[in-house]
């Protein structure tokens, strides 16, 4: 493996403002939400919603966003189930957005001539855009589990949770953001000219998500659920015996090696229009 250290911080020079962004709104929202359980609780609002988590008709579409009385009374449970939108949704747009780009900007721009008259090899430039890429990946989960660990500690009231299932969780949004990242990378250079795949990304996450949901709140569609990373997804952190199953890690870590391993056959071959 072969960085160039200068392209490296270069990259992450340029996707500063952008992760930034990013991370800052995640987080924001996150221990807003949060706060909101503190009010939930006090207010005692769950007496009064006891009855709509128990109709027939709704009990089977919110359990599909993973709520249940029994989960939104506990801060973790609660933590998992509400802040999916922010940290699933939120965090698979950031990495697949900047996978997109990352590799395809000179070409989409038309300084790809530039880079690559540089004494840097295809190699050298696929490692460090990665490696900036990477850096980011790591920063915006490690800014999540700081933002998610501080909101459960102020607002999570008399609720007990365990912390290993919180760390666990976290990782599994890791995994996910990695995948998606991957899938980004990929498709970013089957597009010519480096275009931006702003709208063919934004239809992946939406498109998985959306099966992931429907296969949970339709035992017919169930099984098309595994199409979407999302589905590999644990988000049970009540259950006693909640923790990391080989299996999940396995796919992602599978999924996310094999497109990798293809981004850097196809750089390496590419015509790259300059």
Request: hydrophobic share 55%; no cysteine.
């Given at each position: 493996m072969a960085i160039n250290t200068n392209l490296y911080f270069?990259?992450?020079?340029?996707?500063?403002n952008f992760f930034l962004a990013w991370s800052i709104s995640i987080s924001v929202l996150i221990v807003m939400e949060l706060a909101f359980y503190n009010i939930f609780m006090k207010e005692d609002m769950v007496k009064q919603m006891t009855t709509f988590f128990e109709n027939?008709?709704?009990?089977?579409?919110?359990?599909?966003?993973?709520?249940?009385?029994?989960?939104?009374t506990n801060a973790l449970g609660y933590y998992a189930a509400r802040n999916a939108i922010y940290i699933v949704l939120l965090g698979t747009f950031f990495s697949i957005l900047l996978a997109g780009k990352i590799l395809a900007r000179?070409?989409?721009?038309?300084?790809?001539?530039?880079?690559?008259?540089?004494?840097?090899?295809?190699?050298?430039?696929?490692?460090?855009?990665?490696?900036?890429?990477?850096?980011?990946?790591?920063?915006?989960?490690?800014?999540?589990?700081?933002?998610?660990?501080?909101?459960?500690?102020?607002?999570?009231g008399e609720s007990v949770y365990r912390l290993s299932?919180?760390?666990?969780?976290?990782?599994?949004?890791?995994?996910?953001?990695?995948t998606f990242?991957?899938?980004?990378?990929?498709?970013?250079?089957l597009i010519k000219r480096?275009?931006?795949?702003?709208?063919?990304?934004?239809?992946?996450?939406?498109?998985?998500?959306?099966?992931?949901?429907?296969?949970?709140?339709?035992?017919s569609a169930s099984k098309f659920g595994y199409i979407s990373?999302?589905?590999?997804?644990?988000?049970?952190?009540?259950?006693?015996?909640?923790?990391?199953?080989?299996?999940?890690?396995?796919?992602?870590?599978?999924?996310?090696?094999?497109?990798i391993t293809l981004t850097f056959v196809i750089y390496k071959k590419k015509d790259i229009l300059i």
């Open positions: 270069k990259e992450l020079k340029r996707y500063r027939p008709f709704m009990k089977n579409l919110i359990a599909a966003f993973g709520m249940s009385l029994d989960v939104i000179e070409e989409h721009e038309k300084t790809a001539e530039f880079l690559l008259t540089k004494p840097v090899t295809r190699l050298e430039i696929v490692w460090s855009k990665l490696a900036a890429f990477f850096t980011y990946l790591l920063l915006l989960s490690v800014m999540i589990l700081l933002a998610g660990s501080i909101g459960l500690e102020i607002f999570k299932a919180f760390f666990v969780h976290s990782f599994y949004f890791f995994l996910l953001i990695l990242g991957a899938i980004g990378l990929f498709l970013s250079l480096g275009r931006p795949i702003t709208n063919i990304s934004i239809g992946i996450v939406f498109g998985g998500y959306l099966i992931d949901v429907l296969s949970k709140a339709t035992q990373p999302f589905k590999f997804v644990d988000s049970g952190v009540l259950r006693p015996d909640y923790g990391l199953e080989w299996w999940r890690v396995l796919y992602f870590l599978g999924i996310s090696l094999v497109l």
